[in-house]
């Protein structure tokens, strides 16, 4: 797959470590893009080292509702994404304006001791291998539910969509696009990454927006996978 000016065929173009940017409720997947507002020193310094080497990050959540971590260490989730840095911008007050690529999943094989103020993890590719072929799995994607799915929660939120584009994305597309944009809480958007395939996303999609339909019918407010 391609990502910016950068091509990536198979695990082996990709680095064995990679620093990482936990944040709660952020989603990446392959072949999306995922705008970044970078302020916090520490980020700041892990977006330098990244432009002046392979512009790589990997987005990982950190682990919810663990009582007695440290806020600022806090354990990271197994599965996270790797993106490539396509757009920087600097915003003249500090920040950086960026825009990451996903290209695929790794798990964290450990965590490393570093000298850096952000964090590094050595990454193992192996189980997420499939992410580089592009539309893989979209034949057995319920696209016919996974609409009728969304027609129900946009009726029942008073949200309007343009069908037109809808009908017309490549369905690794909309299963990717509607998993980011989703509204939901930490632990879901992990299920999300974490799903197997594409089919197993788009029915995670599914169920879990279905779950939030039902809970708010009867009036028992937000999704939560617990």
Known sequence: MQAGNAIYEMIADLPPVLPVFPLPGALLLP????????????????????LAGNRLIGMI???????????????????????????????????YLITLQGIMRFGVARELDT????????ADYAAFAHDLQS????EE???????????????????????QSVSEAETEVL????????????EEKQAL??????????????????????????GDGGTSLN
């Open 61 to 95: 959540q950190p682990q919810q509702n663990r009582s007695g971590d440290n806020p600022d260490f806090p354990p990271l989730t197994s599965i996270g994404c790797v993106g490539r840095l396509t757009s920087f911008q600097e915003s003249g007050d500090g920040r």
């Open 115 to 122: 000298i850096t103020a952000f964090r590094q993890v050595e």
């Open 175 to 186: 299963v990717n696009a509607l998993c980011m944009m989703c509204p939901y809480g930490a």
């Open 193 to 218: 990454l974490e799903a197997r395939d594409l089919k197993m996303r788009a029915e995670t999609l599914i169920a879990i927006t279905e779950m939030d339909l039902a809970r708010s019918q009867n």
């Open 141 to 163: 994607v319920d696209r016919q539910g996974l609409l009728k799915t969304l027609r129900d929660y946009l009726d029942a939120n008073n949200l309007e969509a343009d069908w």
């Open 31 to 50: 072949r999306t893009q995922l705008p970044l507002n970078i302020f916090e020193p520490r980020y700041i310094d892990m977006v330098d080292a990244a």
């Open 135 to 138: 539309g893989l799995g979209e």
